[in-house]
């Protein structure tokens, strides 16, 4: 249930979209490598790697997508609140599970330490909100909406990763999860993020933020979890950057285990608490040979299909159906 | 340098204000109380302890006062989310000392572990926020200042507290450290947010945040954080709730050490990281008899005096004059 394995769909949308696009996530990336020097020694060098790391920047290219291409610094600013808001929490997940590895670089927790990476992780999601207001400030807050709407989407979003969080935590090895407990839990944890970037990109260029780009957002956030966690079942860790069974490890039930065991009762009997990573293996092989991740993978895809089936709707611009369209299909193409 | 072991000024400043103050803090109270009941089984019994265990709400008084009478709903969720933050921080920092007790009670961490507390502090943070824009939108943004200058300012706070935490962690077990450093630690750490708690307080009822009730706040909460490593010292454990030399324990070099070591030159050769409770006691007994801590506490009531300098100037009502000074009073008698 880790957010990080799937490399993104950047290019395949830079090559579609016009100047503007990879313009505008330059400058992303030109500020959050500005926020990682700017810290000096409290910082330090661990989170200057998360921050520059790169990674799929999936969100901030929803937010840029949504607000369009006469968006300017507010909605820079946006995109990178919602990073860095992504960011904090991989930080802090990465405590909790104690993962050793993230985009084939240590840890802040692995380099620096529990203390440093809880401090970390506070300090990132901290800046996002500062990044927002300072945004209203560049822009003149009076006139051009405010930066109150992103600060309201934003703080409502991380409200509900922290409590996907602890819902996770709560239904830790438990085998007997509901599929509806699950699909709620990634819908607090991952796809209200999705949903936020869409929103505050609409919001910080002034528009409104409407119900479809929300429903967009959420679907293809979801499907992008499934997908993740078809991803360890299936590895390969070359490809994943993690072994084989990660949340399986962790007592973490995700959809795979909950369909398979479906199929194969016994797997409900299956002590997660007792795996290594060699019976994690073996685990795995034996929910892949249920058959259950095809089935997850097609829900994914259905997912993948509602959200292109929103776009083709007057509150989308030409521009935005194509490059949100790439933006869907990239999500898939990269597990399959 | 923990942030909680005295209790407050509140029943002095509770005699001196009029209905409207004990009032208003009845509301904090009771939106406290209501978040910890609205988050259902992700929180948990474990947050809401934290959220109603009382402490003494020493940053939404100032919120409160530094409103003044007339203030509305949205001074009410500028003083929650002051707290929320205050409470994150708090949660975090048990995490990072693997604290047993706060407050007469268990810890989150100790608790529901590691997870759920790192996951609760998240929750309490993302809620700070959240509850800063419902103010805007309770109030109607438009007219009133929108709620935007207090998310800044308390977002600007949050950052210098991860800011102090992380130097904290970074200055760990090193007697060296001067005190300059030690000083630049108590301003992100402690004093930021009481400043910030009286620039909120301006901002929620439309009124302009002074210099000068920034500099009260920097003050007193200066004065507070000295005051509390003294406590550290000293004990009784029985009013401190936590062993005497828990700094220590934890390798945080605090004031009185720094300057007990200009007297007790052999004090630098404390092996911090070979501390046990016995120890620790022992360490304390010497930098008291240095004498160290009746400088520490000279310079807090110092500061104190200072901060109550401030309130002789017409940015401050005469209301606002009596009980601030009651708050600053109440910084230093409880210490004495």
Redesign the interface.
């Known amino acids: 249930m880790s957010r990080s394995a799937v490399p993104p769909p950047v290019t395949a949308v830079m090559e579609a979209a016009d100047d503007w696009l990879p313009a505008r996530l330059a400058e992303v990336e030109r500020r959050l490598a500005e926020l990682a020097a700017g810290?000096g020694?409290?910082?330090?060098e661990h989170a200057e790697a998360t921050l520059t790391a790169g990674g799929k920047r999936l969100r901030p290219l929803l937010v840029l997508i949504c607000a369009g291409p006469t968006a300017g610094d507010r909605t820079v600013r946006a995109a990178v609140a919602v990073e860095l808001v992504h960011m904090?929490?991989l930080v802090?997940d990465d405590?909790?599970d104690g993962a050793p590895v993230r985009r084939g670089r240590p840890t802040v927790v692995a380099s620096a330490?529990?203390?440093?990476a809880?401090?970390?992780?506070?300090?990132l999601?901290?800046?996002?909100?500062?990044e927002?207001?300072?945004a209203?400030?560049t822009e003149g807050?009076a006139e051009s909406g405010?930066?109150?709407g992103e600060?309201?989407e934003?703080?409502?979003a991380?409200?509900a990763?922290?409590?996907?969080?602890?819902?996770q935590?709560?239904d830790a090895y438990d085998t007997s999860l509901a599929e509806e407990r699950y699909l709620h839990r990634c819908a607090l944890k991952t796809a209200r993020l999705f949903e936020a970037a869409c929103r505050v990109g609409r919001l910080s260029s002034g528009q409104p933020g409407s119900d479809r780009i929300a429903a967009f957002g959420r679907e293809i956030g979801l499907s992008f979890q499934l997908l993740d966690d078809v991803l360890d079942v299936t590895g390969p860790p070359e490809r994943t950057g993690k072994a084989r069974g990660t949340d399986l490890l962790d007592g973490t039930v995700t959809l795979p285990l909950i369909l398979a065991i479906r199929r194969d009762h016994d797997l409900a009997d299956v002590d997660l608490r007792g795996l290594d990573a060699g019976s994690a293996e073996r685990a795995c092989d034996r929910i892949a040979a249920t058959g259950a991740l095809d089935e997850v993978r097609d829900r994914a895809r259905a997912g993948i299909e509602r959200a292109k089936g929103l776009l083709g709707d007057d509150s989308f611009t030409p521009v935005e159906r194509r490059l949100l369209s790439l933006i869907a299909d990239g999500v898939v193409e990269r597990y399959s």
Request: aromatic share 4%; glycine share 14%; net charge neutral.
């Open positions: 810290h020694r409290e910082l330090g904090a929490t802090h405590v909790l330490g529990r203390g440093a809880i401090g970390v992780g506070d300090l999601f901290s800046r996002a909100f500062a927002l207001t300072s209203a400030a807050a405010d930066g109150d600060v309201a934003l703080s409502s991380a409200v990763l922290a409590r996907g969080e602890l819902a935590r709560h």
